[in-house]
Nanobody, 126 residues
C-alpha cells in the first residue's frame, strides 16, 4: 500500500513562493498504476484539486491555478513537489498530496483519491 508524507515550510510571506514536497513509500512514482496529485483545503472551505503528475512525468493543472502552479518530481528520491508562486493570504490552507489509480482522464474530484498524506498547514502571512 502506498504511503505519502508532505514536507515544507509552514509559513510563507505574501508574494513569495510556496514549495512543498511529497515523499512516497510503498511503490515507485514512476509506476504506471498511479496518478499523483496536490489538493488543498482553505479554512472553512472544501477540498480543491490543484494539479497532478503522471507516472511518465506529464503534468495537469487546475485552470484557476495554472498560471501560478508547477508540479515536478525527483525519481531518485521518489518524491513529487508543488510550487505555487505569488502567494496571498487566500492561499492559506492545509495542503495534501494524494494518489489514486490512473485513468484515461486525470481525476479532479478529491473524494475519488484513495491514498492521502496527513496534510501540512501552510499559512501565508507577513
Amino acid at each position: 500500500q502506498v504511503q505519502l508524507q508532505e514536507s515544507g515550510p509552514g509559513l510563507v510571506k505574501p508574494s513569495q513562493m510556496l514549495s512543498l514536497a511529497c515523499t512516497v513509500s510503498g511503490d515507485s512514482i514512476t509506476t504506471a498504476y498511479y496518478t499523483w496529485s496536490w489538493i488543498r483545503q482553505p479554512p472553512g472551505k472544501g477540498l480543491e484539486w490543484m494539479g497532478a503528475i503522471g507516472f511518465d512525468g506529464s503534468t495537469y493543472y487546475s485552470p484557476s491555478l495554472r498560471s501560478r502552479t508547477s508540479i515536478s518530481r525527483d525519481t531518485s528520491k521518489n518524491q513529487f513537489s508543488l510550487q505555487l508562486s505569488s502567494v496571498t493570504p487566500e492561499d492559506t490552507a492545509v495542503y495534501y498530496c494524494a494518489a489514486r489509480p490512473s485513468s484515461s482522464v486525470v481525476e479532479v474530484e478529491p473524494a475519488r483519491y484513495d491514498y492521502w498524506g496527513q496534510g501540512i498547514q501552510v499559512t501565508v502571512s507577513s
